[in-house]
């Protein structure tokens, strides 16, 4: 797996590398969580194609597995997901819903996954 920090335009945070898988299960997210801590950043910028396969499938339990576990220690996700991802419909709920806090968004773009990750 491999990540990269960013510090331009606001907080440091922790970016997955697009196109490359880093997380196959749920139970994965420990080692991305790792890299957070050792680097001491608590944002995290993911795509789509670094997350489990069913992970856009509410009804899998892979999401809440990993959100759960970034809530726990208090670390903001961005995904950023294209528009030909499938999300289920239970999913797209979740989204909204979360829509109101601030440890989860889902974005289009790499550029607006950043700037909220750049809100405090």
């Not at 670390?75 to 806090?101: D, P, T």
């Not at 889902?106 to 990750?117: H, N, P, Q």
């Amino acid at each position: 797996m491999e990540f990269t920090v960013s510090e331009a335009m606001g907080p440091r945070l922790l970016e997955g590398v697009p196109k490359q898988s880093c997380m196959l299960h749920a139970d994965d997210a420990a080692t991305v969580l790792q890299e957070c801590l050792s680097r001491r950043v608590d944002r995290v910028m993911l795509y789509s194609e670094n997350l489990p396969d069913r992970f856009f499938d509410l009804s899998s339990g892979e999401a809440g597995v990993v959100l759960q576990k970034f809530r726990n220690y208090n670390i903001r996700l961005a995904v950023v997901c294209s528009s030909s991802v499938r999300l289920s419909r239970r999913f797209g709920e979740m989204v909204a819903e979360e829509r109101r806090g601030r440890n989860f968004g889902l974005f289009e773009t790499r550029d607006s996954a950043r700037r909220w990750l750049s809100r405090d």
